[in-house]
């Protein structure tokens, strides 16, 4: 045998004989044919060849029978048993009764009376020694079978080897994969239990040693009868035919458990599939095998499989049957055929020549060691098999079904220097074939011309496989690997690399509260304040002290209202009050829980006795003692909250004040700098102003203050794309899916992340784990549907479904639509990984002119039927909320942080997404990205297609409102608006919707239409704008009093407003208040109005009341 073209043959250990002893120690509880005590002796087998018997030993009257037996064999490469061998064939143990001799006897008879086996797989572990008790399992018609309940009988055995099987570069880089094929589900009618028998086999090949292949083969498959569904768990069976034992031919702890098919990787995964699935594991035919077949991959067939995974996708998996040859007519072969592994002998036909096309891809997916599913089996067709596995190799067909069941070839696996020679045992005395597209084997690359040849020969030909795809026969099959063909990083190194790069902030020192410590804070102050006035005494008085002059109480009383006088005249005396008042109001709350109004005077004034009482106490106290520490006095309250500052900074967003929104997010992080959402909300704000530097600073702030926080993680990630760092990307995107494995916005992004890097596999991985985890939501969120048909029906017609007339034929559709009305039209397909769909061009068919104010205005039966295509309104205007693809999920998260990189890039895999594609929401976000980049006429042609797509969507109406007022066409914003705040749903930015068109209707002196859509803006969200719209109106109508409580309101919320302070004077001006007047115009002036109109209309106020400007 040529040597191996794997380079760990080169190493010494490898290349000579290992010798593997097998000591069988002991056996208990045997029984035999005449009862207990029998004479017996053990037969130890491996891989076909007896190792030897032990001594024939009696039995002890403790049913304990010492054996002390040991045979061997050898495990060396060119040898016949080798890794592979130990991997999946178990030793056998025949425990055998010798009868006693009768009269004129001249030979023993002996009795079968059970086997067991011994996986051998833990020397593949590095183990040189181990040892089991090994239940015995009878053979039928076996006195074990009648064993009392609370024997056990066993053997006791030991496995040992001088050194390793495996050295440690084979123990470290090689790989065992376990293969297990469980059942063929919904199989052709002419498979039928009565008639002639039949042998079904699925079959594959493997690299295992270097690049040679290992094949797998799983024979005597059962035919079963539809009717109940097979049970789990079910034990796994070990795939030979040589155990005579029913209980030994289990694996020992193997089974199969089954599972969700959600969890599964295979074609029958879906909701779709869930009915055909059910139906054929239940109640169509079946073929049973539960077969697990392992083998070792040295590290160099590690690699080898790895890269044909990736080369290739997908394994083929034959699947056939062949009739079952009696003893002589498979004699009468062998005679013909000679010797050579049976080269001249005659097959069987194969026929039912089917494949099944295993997606493999998902063990390139880090640390992933399993897929499992249901897989359909197709007519087996040399092109198709070429086109999507790029193997030209026939396992049943160029090689033989008895070459593999008769091990031809060395060491069970074939080469390409075999593949030729054992192509041979094939018939080729068929007319109907040319010879030499048989021997496919032998090509190396064939020509185009010969594969189109192949194909029509191989349709004709491959009618039985047919039978298949009408039946709708699939196979379930498991792969499952020891380790994981790509490692994944753990989530403790990934929280390390995190940690590394942005240190954890510590916690701020808990303060504590309570009475306690207001009374401590109370008497700090006294002592700070005695101190203050006795160093003021000193200056006043020291002299007299430091001379030494007696002072008399006339003297003391003159000094205290000399000092009274001093402290009154310099204002320290206020001062110490406004010092001491916080402590007295900690008092008061803290100590007397006194929070709520009194109920009347005399509850005030007999609370106020007692606090006075106890606070001269108190001081007492505080000036008896010796106090050095003092403390901070606390903040001033605040009357705004952290809530109402983010929303005035997102409206100085919207009106392009940054600076002033800089200031509103700067100040939530002044009275919280532990807040994380803060931190984000001022990156977001950075991100958007395009300060990517400072932006990145703020994510990771958030990341320092937790680790653990999911947003914190992917926007760090974000800013290190956009910087260009992307192995810290790849760490912080890993690190969001290990701290939350349920987001399916983490495996999104982590998804789109590696569509940036190219790594076509692992976003393959992360989509298809978003939209399981999204699927499995939705499946709970889902509520439960009634079983009457009626209420069906009912349930059917509200969920969304348009009736769609197509050509004067109508149609139901039988999929949930993306958004409410989706009509087919042709949108562009941009390629992810290059360009932005931004910069794709809008359909012609699409661009139409400007729908304004007749649009909106058409009748609901005109407008059913834009785009050729006619909706029933009735049902999709009362559907459920769509639901949004993992892709459209995402890009909500996006918009919201202004991460408009990811956003193009996660708005090209909608279009490209098979539950996407050009909804209602993808041009709407689409809009959104071009309205910020001021790009207004590819923002106004998406709106077009979204109002045609769902005209009763608020939020469209609300950005074309938008797009209409940012290009001064107030009259079609008018419009737009006023259709938004008409619908039952509010927009999603209502709140400036509604700031926008009262600004129109004030414009337009629509002062009664401005009041009450500001007034409805301040029952939403009271702001600054909100009332300052209140107050203008009121103004205008002449309703001083409301117009002043409305200014008031919107100055306390925001005092560097200078329009507010502007009508404040006119407002006070109007009521004749000189000095109120003169100072609102003094703070308008000081923070610059910029209002030339509202400036020039309180100058003409001022000439008529003949005040309100202190400069004359």
């Not at 006194?594 to 007999?606: C, I, R, S, W």
Request: glycine residues 6%; proline residues 6%.
């Amino acid at each position: 045998m040529a040597a191996s073209p794997s380079f760990f043959h080169s190493e010494p250990l490898a290349t000579l004989a290992k010798p593997v002893s097998v000591t069988v120690l002991e056996g208990r509880d045997l029984r035999g044919v005449k009862g207990d005590g029998p004479v017996t002796y053990v037969r130890a087998e491996y891989n076909g060849v007896v190792l030897g018997d032990s001594p024939k030993v009696d039995s002890a009257p403790d049913g304990i029978a010492k054996y002390n037996f040991t045979a061997t064999f050898d495990c060396l490469p060119d040898g016949p048993h080798y890794l592979d061998d130990i991997a999946h064939k178990p030793l056998l143990f025949t425990v055998i009764e010798v009868l006693p001799k009768e009269k004129k006897q001249k030979d023993e008879k002996t009795v079968t009376l059970g086997q067991t086996v011994m996986d051998l797989l833990p020397l593949l572990e590095g183990s040189c020694a181990f040892n089991a008790t090994l239940p015995v399992y009878p053979v039928p018609g076996s006195p074990l079978e009648s064993l009392r309940p609370d024997a056990k009988c066993g053997i006791d055995v030991l496995v040992s080897v001088q050194e390793s099987l495996l050295s440690p570069s084979q123990l470290s880089g090689g790989n065992l994969l376990r293969v297990t094929v469980e059942a063929a589900y919904s199989v052709p009618e002419a498979f039928l239990p009565t008639g002639p028998q039949y042998n079904y086999m699925v079959g594959f090949q493997v690299p295992a040693v270097g690049e040679k292949e290992c094949p797998f083969m799983f024979k005597n498959g059962i035919l079963k009868l539809g009717g109940e569904k097979e049970p789990v768990p079910r034990p796994k069976k070990w795939p030979f035919g040589n155990i005579l034992a029913p209980g030994a031919q289990n694996i020992p702890e193997s089974f199969v458990v089954g599972g969700g098919y959600e969890e599964e990787d295979g074609d029958l995964n879906t909701p779709e599939e869930r009915d055909a699935r059910i139906q054929g594991e239940t109640l169509k035919k079946r073929i049973v095998w539960d077969l697990e077949r392992r083998c070792y991959l040295d590290p160099q067939a590690v690699l080898c499989f790895r890269k044909r995974i990736a080369d290739c996708r997908q394994w083929p998996v034959e699947f056939t049957r062949v009739p079952v040859a009696t003893s002589t007519k498979a004699k009468g072969k062998a005679d013909k055929g000679g010797g050579g592994g049976g080269a001249g002998g005659d097959e069987e036909p194969i026929s039912f020549h089917g494949v099944a096309f295993v997606n493999l891809v998902p063990l390139l997916y880090p640390g992933v060691k399993r897929v499992r599913g249901a897989f359909w089996v197709v007519p087996y067709h040399d092109s198709e098999v070429y086109e999507k596995t790029k193997c030209l190799f026939s396992l049943f067909r160029d090689v033989g079904h008895l070459a593999i069941l008769n091990r031809s070839g060395p060491v069970g696996m074939y080469t390409p220097h075999t593949k030729g020679v054992l192509g041979k045992n094939v018939k080729e005395d068929k007319p109907s074939r040319d010879p030499t597209l048989r021997k496919a084997s032998t090509i190396v690359k064939p020509q185009v011309s010969e594969i189109l040849i192949e194909a029509a020969v191989s349709v004709c030909q491959n009618l039985e496989g047919q039978q298949y795809v009408e039946a709708g026969t699939f196979l379930v099959m498991e792969f499952v690997l020891d380790k994981a063909l790509v490692p994944k990083r753990l989530p403790e190194e990934l929280a390390s690399r995190v940690k590394e790069m942005i240190p954890p902030r510590p916690q701020l020192p808990r303060r504590t509260a309570g009475a306690k410590k207001a009374v401590e804070d109370y008497h700090n102050q006294i002592t700070s304040i005695a101190g203050a006035i006795l160093e003021e005494y000193h200056e006043l008085f020291g002299r007299h002290l430091t001379e030494g002059y007696t002072v008399d109480s006339q003297t003391l009383e003159d000094q205290k209202c000399q000092l009274n006088y001093e402290l009154n005249n310099s204002g320290k005396y206020f001062a110490f009050k406004e010092q001491l008042k916080h402590a007295v109001v900690k008092i008061v709350r803290e100590k007397y829980l006194k929070t709520n109004a009194f109920e009347n005077l005399d509850q005030l004034q007999t609370f106020l006795s007692e606090l006075y009482v106890y606070l001269v106490d108190q001081m007492h106290v505080a000036l008896n003692q010796v106090v050095s520490h003092q403390s901070r006095s606390p903040p001033p309250p605040t009357f705004t909250t952290s809530e109402q500052l983010l929303l005035f900074a997102h409206e100085a967003e919207t009106i392009g004040d940054y600076t002033l929104a800089s200031t509103y997010y700067q100040e939530r992080l002044s009275r919280d700098r532990q807040d994380i959402q803060s931190w984000l909300d001022y990156g977001a704000f950075c991100l958007l102003i395009e300060d990517n530097l400072k932006a990145q600073e703020c994510f990771r702030e958030a990341v320092a203050l937790s680790s653990k926080h999911l947003h914190s993680l992917l926007l760090c990630g974000i800013m290190a794309v956009m910087l260009e760092h992307y192995e810290e990307a790849e760490v912080f995107f890993e690190d969001a899916t290990c701290v939350e494995p349920s987001s399916v916005l983490a495996w999104t992004i982590l998804g789109l992340f590696y569509d940036i890097q190219e790594d076509d596999i692992r976003v393959e991985m992360a989509f298809h784990e978003a939209t399981k985890l999204q699927k499995a939501r939705l499946a709970k969120e889902k509520p439960p549907l009634d079983s009457t048909e009626g209420r069906k029906r009912l349930s059917s017609s509200a969920s969304g479904m348009p009736t769609v007339t197509v050509g004067g034929e109508e149609q139901i559709s039988e999929e949930a639509p993306d958004t409410s009305l989706k009509p087919q039209v042709d949108a562009p397909e941009p390629i992810a990984s290059s360009h932005p769909p931004e910069e794709e061009s809008v359909p012609k068919m699409l661009k139409r002119p400007s729908m304004a104010s007749s649009k909106y205005r058409m009748s609901r039966k005109d407008v059913s039927k834009v785009g050729g295509v006619t909706f029933d309104l009735d049902a999709s205007s009362s559907a459920s909320q769509p639901t949004i693809t993992i892709f459209m999920e995402t890009i909500s998260f996006l918009m919201g942080v202004n991460a408009f990189q990811f956003v193009h890039r996660a708005l090209a895999h909608e279009l490209l997404c098979p539950q996407g594609g050009p909804s209602c929401d993808y041009y709407l976000a689409l809009a959104k990205t071009h309205l910020l980049k001021k790009e207004y006429s590819r923002a106004k042609d998406c709106l077009e297609i979204a109002v045609q797509i769902d005209f009763l969507n608020p939020n469209v109406w609300a950005l074309k409102g938008h797009l209409c007022f940012l290009t001064e066409n107030f009259s079609e914003a008018k419009d737009c608006y006023e259709r938004t705040v008409s619908f039952v749903t509010d927009a999603k930015d209502i709140h400036f919707v509604y700031l926008r068109l009262g600004s129109i209707y004030l414009e337009g002196k629509e002062y009664d239409k401005a009041k009450c859509t500001y007034l409805q803006a301040c029952r939403e969200a009271p702001t600054c704008l909100t009332w300052l719209g209140v107050g203008i109106a009121c103004y205008r109508l002449n309703e001083m009093m409301e117009a002043e409580d409305a200014l008031s309101e919107a100055n306390a919320l925001n005092n560097n407003n200078a329009e507010v302070w502007a009508y404040l004077a006119l407002v006070c001006m109007q009521g004749g208040r000189q000095l109120e007047a003169e100072q609102s115009y003094k703070y308008a002036v000081k923070l610059e109005l910029d209002n030339k109109d509202l400036l020039q209309e309180i100058k003409e106020v001022q000439l008529a009341v003949g005040f309100g400007d202190p400069s004359f």
